[in-house]
T-cell receptor
Framework: GAGVSQTPSNKVTEKGKYVELRCDPI?????LYWYRQSLGQGPEFLIY????????DSGLPNDRFFAVRPEGSVSTLKIQRTERGDSAMYLC????????????FGEGSRLTVL | KQEVTQIPAALSVPEGENLVLNCSFT??????LQWFRQDPGKGLTSLLL?????REQTSGRLNASLDKSSGRSTLYIAASQPGDSATYLC???????????FGGGTRVLVKP
């Protein structure tokens, strides 16, 4: 596609529920990143993929968070047993290869856990 | 661990004044530095990318400098306009790693 696409743009859920956030990167971009941003702060790294594999998942806060990219294109961030503290903007970004070129971000998925 | 700092956190200027935004980082072993713009509730838009071997990049009214040895970058926006009001974020990629580390951003308001 022309840009990075994220769905849903907004998600409101109840504490304890399961949530999936989807990211469709720019066509041909092999590197895909997930970031989380709380209000008034800079984005914090969660995980990145080079192709299908998670090259660095050191930013995932705990084992309730998981991400996949089975075919090296679309990625899904999965959050189990959501907590109120998970409320944030979840941003996805892609670039042509790791460490090459600009990073392009999607519009984000705003998650609110009630 | 790389830390990126942006001071001030917020800035208000009258229209027409030049903007100077600062970014500092603790580990000078970077691969590149990127400046982004973020409008409220939106994603990030890339403004400029500076490779570690470069000292500056320019695009229209925007100019970004990089002094790797001192761990600093500055974004200049000439002749500011109300449409420049947004949060500006800098981010660095370490030479030994592949993820971007972001500063907290500077929230800019340009008053007409």
């Amino acid at each position: 596609g022309a840009g990075v696409s994220q769905t849903p743009s907004n998600k409101v859920t109840e504490k304890g529920k399961y949530v999936e956030l989807r990211c469709d990167p720019i066509s041909g971009h092999t590197a895909l990143y997930w970031y989380r941003q709380s209000l008034g702060q800079g984005p914090e790294f969660l995980i990145y993929f080079q192709g299908t594999g998670a090259a660095d998942d050191s930013g995932l806060p705990n084992d309730r968070f998981f991400a996949v990219r089975p075919e090296g294109s679309v990625s899904t961030l999965k959050i189990q047993r959501t907590e109120r503290g998970d409320s944030a903007m979840y941003l996805c970004a892609s670039r042509i290869r790791v460490n090459t070129g600009e990073l392009f971000f999607g519009e984000g998925s705003r998650l609110t856990v009630l | 661990k790389q830390e990126v700092t942006q001071i001030p956190a917020a800035l208000s200027v009258p229209e027409g004044e030049n903007l100077v935004l600062n970014c500092s980082f603790t580990d000078s072993a970077i691969y590149n530095l990127q400046w982004f713009r973020q409008d409220p509730g939106k994603g990030l838009t890339s403004l400029l990318l500076i490779q570690s071997s470069q000292r500056e990049q320019t695009s229209g009214r925007l100019n970004a400098s990089l002094d790797k040895s001192s761990g600093r970058s500055t974004l200049y926006i000439a002749a500011s306009q109300p449409g420049d009001s947004a949060t500006y974020l800098c981010a660095v990629t370490r030479a030994a790693g592949n993820k971007l580390t972001f500063g907290g951003g500077t929230r800019v308001l340009v008053k007409p």
